[in-house]
Structures are given as structure tokens and as C-alpha cells.
């Protein structure tokens, strides 16, 4: 999927804001709801979105997994009026959890190889 697709799938309107983003639907390959997005992540230097927090599961807020996916994950599809992406439900089972965990260093680059691994997705800094 590509980075900056997300974007820019609204016809005629290239831009939106970030809280029309947030809240927005998640849905699989098949078109099924998995989730929502939580919030973006944003590299500071070049004003970039590179992740996006998502809620899986749960209701109405309890009990959610939130896990953080790169941008390039997601491609905004008119039809359902939210972002499809490949993960799929065995992914979603056994993907790391770690947003704002204590001991997780957003400015370890390897961690970050962890993440874009795990997603297969590629490295933002190398796009």
C-alpha cells in the first residue's frame, strides 16, 4: 500500500484535516471493520504522517488493543468511506503492543526496523 495514498483518496480533495482522520474505519482486504484510527504520528522534521495508532477490538473503548502501524499500511477506499488495509486478523493476534510504552525509544532506529518488519512494510526514512 502506498505512503501518501491515504491522503490523498478523497476525489478532488487532496488534503484533510487530522481529526476527520482520527476516528476513521479500518477495514480488512475483504472490506470487514476491524478497528479505528486512535491518532497520527507525525515525524517532526519533515511534517510527514509515518504511523497511525489504531483500536482493535474491544467496546466502546474497553478492552482495545492499540497497536501502532506504519501509514503505508492503510489506503483510504471511497467505497466504505474509511482505510483498507492487508493486516490481517493472525497479525492483528500477534503484534507487538508497546504505544507510549515506557521502555520503547522512538528514536532507536532499530526498534523502528522491528516495527516496519513485522508489518512488512517499507522503512519510511528510506522511501
Known sequence: MAQGSASGGITGKPLIESDRVEGSAVYDPSGKYIGSIKRLMIEKMSGRIVYTVVSFGGFVGLGEDQHTVPWSKLTYDNGLGGYRTDITEEQLLGAPIF????N??????????????????????SV
Do not use: F
Not at 504505544?99 to 515506557?102: E, F, I, T, V
Open 99 to 102: 504505544y507510549r510504552a515506557d
Open 104 to 125: 520503547y525509544h522512538w528514536a532507536d532506529r532499530e526498534q523502528e526496523r522491528g516495527l516496519h518488519d513485522y508489518w512488512a512494510a517499507p522503512y519510511y526514512w
